[in-house]
């Protein structure tokens, strides 16, 4: 049967290896700004969990893109 799913092979091409390392580093550029203005703003620590959305976009989309997955 065409497709059938194997677990640890790989299941992405190439162009999507690009996007999801891309999404990544997007991920992780917009997490070192949100960073800088919460440092700079002297924002209160609850607000500082907004970092935790970009951080994990940064680290879903280059670890699936360095697993190839």
């Not at 969990?49 to 699936?64: E, K, R, Y």
């Amino acid at each position: 049967m065409k497709g059938d799913y194997l677990p640890g092979r790989r299941n992405i091409g190439p162009r999507e290896v690009r996007r999801r390392r891309r999404l990544g580093l997007m991920g992780a550029a917009a997490s070192a700004l949100l960073f800088l203005v919460l440092l700079w703003t002297d924002a209160p620590k609850p607000a500082r969990a907004l970092l935790a959305f970009p951080l994990l976009v940064a680290t879903l989309g280059l670890v699936q893109a360095s697993s190839e997955t």
